[in-house]
């Protein structure tokens, strides 16, 4: 199995910015796609954005223009920037691959006022 550790969250005022690392251990990284999820307290975990080995890459439609996922094969490393930040992002976010592994700790990302 491989390892995941995310870091770069912490509190930040509406319209700021965060970027997000996630650490992968494995070979597996480098041919699979890696994403970023959220779940905020009461709600369901969900997909932000997602990059395949390719490097295309989705994002749901409430983040569109604002984050940008990328990955650094070599490093093992895929990142998550986000931009003109909203309350409605505050959420714990967890990066997993396909096939999923066990979720890592998660970086809470908290936008306030």
């Known amino acids: 199995q491989v390892q995941l550790v995310e870091s770069g969250g912490g509190l930040v005022q509406p319209g700021g910015s965060l970027r997000l690392s996630c650490a992968a251990s494995?070979?597996?990284?480098?041919?699979?796609?890696m994403g970023w999820y959220r779940q905020a307290p009461g709600k369901q975990r969900e997909l932000v954005a997602h990059i395949t080995n390719g490097g295309s890459t989705y994002y749901r439609d409430s983040v569109k223009g604002r984050f940008t996922i990328s990955r650094d094969n070599a490093k093992n490393t895929v990142y998550l920037q986000m931009n003109s930040l909203k309350a409605e992002d505050t959420a714990v976010y967890y990066c997993n691959t396909n096939p999923l592994q066990p979720w890592g700790q998660g970086t809470q990302v908290t936008v306030s006022s």
């Open positions: 494995g070979s597996i990284f480098s041919i699979n796609a």
